[in-house]
């Protein structure tokens, strides 16, 4: 059996191991190393400060001082070859993330990339690449073995997990009942009220809180990873997706297989280190949601997901 061909075990096609990465944004104006812009992401600039690391969904409109001639960044296989074909697809994002696109790459500092999963499973999914060459070809039972790594991974967990719910909430946010109110203030049908101690203060007022979209993003690694860089999922829990495909890609996000992260560092005895005796990818399809049990008739299932997305969203 080849490398690029899949294991029974595996959550991706062959065609999607063989994928090309995107390649630098030719003539790519260099951008802040904490800085997020464009879409997909939210129109409007929305910024979470969570340290050191900062979000910003999407870039403002308001024109812009011309900057001066950037060199092209060279890419690293410009004299040799791709090295970053098929398994080593992701190494492609780790050089020199400020040269892909927003569209691409959401984030990037010194220690991890946050960028759009090329094969989406969800409504929003992202993968998160720690940048380290020491850490970054291990398998990810082995890399989260180091409580310094697994400590970083955890707060950018925090943080990106954070913009996938900002961004459900742009997207979804109009359909849910939760929101409702929210949505009535920002859409200037009803007033802010505002507090006594907050009269006359500009700004003053808060807007209703909403749904708690944190609550509906699951994140974690696949027991048995497709792709050689170590990437951390961080994805919303609807499975809605033309990407999802078959019941590998169903049952990669929805069994024992996807390991949360809050689950490391994982004992040595812990079933999920035995895929093939647990037997993650021949397991029954049962919906995320509802629990109904389709078996292996994986059509049936997708029409009910679209029925399920119906009602969730609207929750």
């Not at 500009?202 to 699951?218: F, K, S, T």
Request: with cysteine; aromatic share 8%.
């Amino acid at each position: 059996m080849s490398d690029i061909e899949p294991s029974s075990e595996e959550a991706l096609t062959k065609e999607e191991i063989q994928s090309t990465p995107e390649t630098p944004q030719k003539g790519a104006k260099r951008k802040n190393a904490c800085t997020v812009s464009s879409p997909p992401f939210m129109p409007t600039l929305l910024m979470a400060n969570t340290g050191d690391f900062f979000f910003a969904v999407a870039a403002l409109m308001a024109p812009k001082r011309r900057s001066p001639p950037v060199a092209k960044p060279k890419a690293a296989w410009s004299s040799g070859g791709n090295p970053f074909k098929d398994r080593m697809g992701l190494g492609a994002y780790l050089g020199d993330p400020a040269a892909f696109p927003a569209s691409v790459v959401i984030a990037h500092d010194d220690d991890f990339v946050v960028i759009h999963d090329k094969f989406p499973k969800a409504t929003v999914h992202t993968l998160i690449l720690p940048r380290s060459p020491a850490v970054n070809l291990k398998h990810p039972f082995d890399a989260l073995a180091d409580p310094t790594l697994l400590a970083k991974v955890k707060a950018q967990v925090v943080r990106t997990k954070a913009l996938v719910a900002a961004e459900l909430q742009r997207r979804l946010g109009r359909f849910s009942a939760t929101e409702a109110a929210r949505q009535a203030v920002l859409d200037g049908d009803v007033e802010v009220e505002v507090g006594e101690e907050e009269e006359g203060r500009e700004g003053g007022g808060e807007l209703p809180e909403g749904r708690d979209w944190e609550a509906e993003v699951i994140c974690g690694v696949h027991a048995v990873p497709s792709m050689s860089h170590v990437h951390i999922h961080v994805l919303s829990r609807d499975m809605r997706s033309e990407k999802v495909k078959r019941r590998n890609h169903y049952n990669s996000f929805t069994t024992p297989f996807l390991v949360n992260i809050d689950d490391f560092p994982l004992a040595q005895d812990d079933p999920r280190r035995d895929t093939k005796h647990e037997g993650y990818m021949h397991w029954d399809m049962k919906c995320w949601r509802c629990g109904r049990n389709f078996g292996n008739k994986f059509a049936q299932l997708k029409q009910h997901l679209e029925e399920e997305f119906d009602e969730w969203k609207r929750e």
